[in-house]
């Protein structure tokens, strides 16, 4: 019962992201899907990577993303609102492709728990909707994270008690490119004014 | 075997200390025992690996895998008699063109970093090497990108003209393309067989159970890939571009040995794809057309050349088209079931590609003493060279006369070989066969009659006559010590035709396990006929060059105590005659421009003087290289145009980037799916 509610508060977190246009917002929604994926694990039995995956992905890097956001102007960190709603509707579509892939991939069924795999499929899309959806370089960062989150949620099933040392790499990998992302969008803030990606284009060759 | 892995060693070690001294500060020094360990090199592996291939029974094969493997694919060396043959211009060369290049490196001791050319030069000896011994698709193709990548670097010897950057880009380009080619070749042959071995009973066995059109497939991969190194047409374009523009003991090792390798991949792909199967009738006909298509150009825009190592680049491409002849003939009689053909056809091939390596090696070396001595290798300005560097005259005349296909030269023996296959072709089946190889031999003629006017015009100009400008006015002879690889190069010339009897039952032996004939061919007969009429060939040419001999004699006792004047050449009786007199390269060109202007892709310019006293009268003839002018350059401006366009999706933003990659993983969960 508490193993499908996590998934589902999972999935529903997936579409507030995709729903939402503050970032503010957004940051929390990361936070929660952090201390959901903990929850799962713990249910999986992985103590260590339980504390790991809460201090790295509940509290460590939403709380980046919140040190950041403070240093940004408070108009930056709004998105438009009718993207947003496209966004919706295409994690929906993400959500149907997801569960029309879970059906026939025959070599994953015994391996996966019910809905587990279209949850972990649905939020990768999610992550890359977002990533690609927004302009925002630190909602790059986010869409980065929620897909990544994807990753680790697809990982999960596979764990055994060598592959603790992989995810454990994984978070690190993570934790070292958000933080990077992190220096990145202040200091493009700086020079730039702007955390717009789309004024990158100015810096092609 | 161990002997040959011996001067694999030396190559690569002496390689290796040659990019540790080209790291360093390059001073004089250094300089001097980079020039010392390059020859050293190259000469000690040449000599080891000549050793190697000639200590052991020609027929016998030798196999070897070394212990360590690649990731992929296995190191498996193997050298059978085709592979033997090919080696031979490799070791001979590399060591020839390394002394001489020693020679020649030892006056630029300090415009250039010697210990990159070095590395560079013993790494395409190792590739060479490697490519005609390596049994393994995935070794064959490293072998032969270390055999493409090096002459890059060795073209680009003088890099600070624009002309000789340009000349490397455009090979650069032409190996690639090539490559391209032969990496599909070899992938397809890998995915078909199962196994990376290219030559083994298994993977022969599988081969011959292939479709008729994956054989075809392959053969045209093959040709395509392979042909682009031998200077094939119309994928020739590199060949006059690189050999002018490389220092000349590269343009001989390059023009005598690496091209060779083009030929060696068409025949020993050919020979497993026709093992144990028939070979379509169709291959070997377009390797006869496009042989004397190949042979014809190169001919017809060699003599308009008055740039003699351009003159020499476009007559490699015309010699390795009459290879090609022989290899089509060869294959159109094996499908055929003619073994006179077969025979001939590749004997000559096989006998013209070692022909080749010796003559064009001395030509390039001499032209090379030519630029040395007068500073350029433009005929216009040169002439009477032969009187200031009598030596070096009398071994361009050797090399000009042996390609020229006079006797008692090794040029005529190879195309009596192919004259003879050719001859056979009433016993073929059906008129429109025989007709086609009868007028393959009436274009061998055409070949062999320009081609004598070309040497005639390569020699004369330069050599005889008096100069036309300062540039053979004063020259630097070179010194007779620093010849003696062309002496050797030259006497080569005489002996691969003196010897011809001798030489002649290994190339059968080498045709006979490539293209095996059935139990039913009466070999030992052929090969009786074949030595006997070679051992006529032999016999007379011994004789002619008694003759010649005899008649230096009789000419040098009738002058004894007699008083001899010399006179101007060309004077013609003039009281006041001058080097404009002479025939100049365009003045010879000119007359065939007349009638083969299409052909030959020739404009030939007349300035008269229309006046009843005319003061002064100009001709010049050239061949701009109509094929890049309408083929190459609008093809790459299409393709460049076409990447352009493909710029639209290299926008510079990021989120859309990352589409692509969302797009291109749901593509593939899809395929996936399905």
Redesign the interface.
């Known amino acids: 019962m508490l193993f499908d509610s996590c998934l589902f508060l999972l999935l529903v977190s997936n579409f507030l992201l995709l729903a939402t246009p503050h970032i503010r917002q957004m940051t929390k929604y990361t936070a929660l899907q952090g201390i959901l994926l903990a929850l799962l694990l713990l249910l999986f039995g992985h103590t260590i990577l339980t504390v790991a995956v809460l201090l790295i992905k509940g509290i460590l890097l939403p709380g980046l993303l919140w040190h950041t956001q403070k240093r940004l102007p408070p108009d930056s960190l709004i998105c438009p609102r009718k993207l947003a709603a496209f966004d919706v509707v295409c994690g929906m579509a993400g959500l149907a492709f997801a569960i029309w892939l879970d059906d026939r991939l025959i070599v994953t069924q015994e391996l996966f728990p019910p809905l587990f795999l279209s949850l972990g499929l649905t939020t990768l899309f999610c992550g890359f909707i977002l990533i690609i959806g927004r302009i925002k370089a630190i909602t790059h960062v986010i869409g980065y994270l929620v897909a990544e989150n994807g990753i680790f949620l697809l990982g999960m099933p596979l764990m055994t008690k060598g592959t603790t040392w992989f995810e454990l790499a994984l978070l690190l990998d993570v934790f070292v490119a958000v933080f990077v992302m992190g220096i990145a969008i202040n200091r493009i803030s700086d020079s730039f004014a702007s955390i717009d990606v789309a004024r990158f284009r100015s810096l092609r060759d | 075997m161990s002997l040959f892995l011996l001067s694999l060693a030396a190559f690569a070690g002496a390689a290796l200390c040659c990019l540790s001294l080209a790291v360093l500060r390059p001073t004089r020094q250094r300089a001097r025992l980079a020039n010392l360990l390059g020859v050293l090199g190259a000469s000690a592996g040449s000599a080891v690996g000549l050793w190697a291939i000639l200590s052991t029974p020609f027929a016998t094969p030798l196999e070897v895998t070394l212990p360590f493997g690649l990731p992929v694919g296995a190191c498996t060396l193997s050298i059978d008699p085709l592979g033997r043959l090919f080696l031979l211009p490799v070791f001979v060369l590399g060591a020839l063109t390394a002394v001489k290049g020693a020679f020649s490196l030892a006056h630029e001791l300090t415009s250039h970093n010697l210990a990159v050319h070095w590395f560079f030069f013993l790494m395409l000896l190792l590739g060479m090497s490697l490519v005609m011994a390596a049994n393994d698709t995935v070794l064959f193709l490293l072998s032969w990108e270390i055999m493409s990548l090096a002459p890059f670097f060795l073209i680009d010897f003088h890099d600070s003209e624009k002309q000789v950057r340009d000349a490397s880009w455009i090979y650069l380009t032409a190996a690639h393309l090539g490559a391209v080619f032969l990496l599909a070749l070899f992938v397809l042959l890998w995915q078909k067989t199962g196994t990376t071995t290219i030559s083994s009973p298994e993977t022969i066995s599988i081969i011959s159970g292939f479709s008729p059109e994956l054989r075809s497939l392959l053969f045209v991969l093959a040709l395509l890939g392979f042909g682009a190194k031998a200077g094939l047409a119309p994928m020739h374009v590199w060949l006059p571009e690189a050999h002018p523009a490389a220092p000349s003991h590269v343009s001989a090792l390059l023009s005598g040995a690496m091209i060779n390798a083009g030929l060696y991949g068409i025949l020993r792909v050919t020979s497993i794809l026709s093992l144990r199967s028939t070979p379509e009738s169709w291959w070997g006909w377009t390797l006869l057309v496009l042989g004397l298509a190949t042979a014809l150009t190169g001919i017809f825009k060699a003599l308009a050349q008055s740039n003699l190592k351009r003159l020499l680049a476009y007559s490699s491409v015309e010699n390795m088209g009459i290879m090609l002849m022989g290899a089509g003939v060869g294959l159109i009689g094996y499908t055929t079931k003619n073994f006179w053909m077969t025979t001939f056809g590749f004997a000559a091939c096989l006998y013209h590609m070692l022909n080749h390596a010796a003559f064009k090696g001395l030509l390039f070396l001499g032209a090379g003493e030519v630029l040395h001595a007068t500073g350029t290798v433009n005929m216009a300005y040169l002439g009477g060279l032969h009187k200031k560097m009598p030596l070096l005259g009398l071994l361009f005349a050797v090399g000009a006369a042996s390609i020229a296909s006079l006797p008692p030269f090794n040029g005529f023996v190879s195309e009596y070989l192919l004259a003879l296959a050719l001859l056979d072709a009433p016993r073929l089946v059906g008129s429109e066969q025989q007709v086609g190889v009868l007028l393959s031999l009436v274009g061998l003629g055409v070949i062999s009659g320009f081609a004598l006017a070309l040497y005639v015009k390569a020699y004369g100009i330069p050599f005889l006559g008096t100069p036309r400008s300062g540039f053979s006015r004063t020259v630097h002879a070179p010194t007779p010590l620093s010849l003696w690889p062309l002496v050797l190069l030259a006497l080569l010339c005489l002996l691969l035709s003196l010897a011809a009897a001798r030489i002649f039952p290994h190339l059968a032996g080498a045709v006979s396990s490539s293209f095996p004939p059935p139990h039913t061919w009466d070999v030992a007969s052929l090969l009786q006929d074949a030595t006997n009429g070679l051992s006529t060939i032999c016999l007379t040419s011994l004789g002619l060059i008694f003759l010649s001999l005899l008649f230096l004699l009789f000419r040098s006792i009738l002058l004894r105590g007699k008083k001899q004047e010399v006179r101007g050449t060309w004077s013609c009786g003039y009281q006041e005659s001058s080097p404009r007199i002479q025939y100049t390269d365009a003045g010879f060109t000119e007359p065939s421009a007349r009638f083969l202007k299409t052909l030959m892709g020739v404009t030939a310019t007349v300035r008269l003087d229309n006046d009843i006293f005319p003061k002064e009268s100009h001709l010049s003839v050239s061949a701009p290289p109509r094929l890049i002018r309408l083929f190459y350059t609008p093809l790459f401006q299409g393709i460049e145009t076409v990447c352009n366009a493909l710029k639209i999706m ?7 980037y ?2 692509y ?2 797009v291109t ?2 593509v593939l ?1 899809i395929w ?2 399905y």
């Open positions: 290299q926008h510079g933003k990021i989120h859309i990352i589409l990659i969302l993983l749901c969960l996936g799916v």
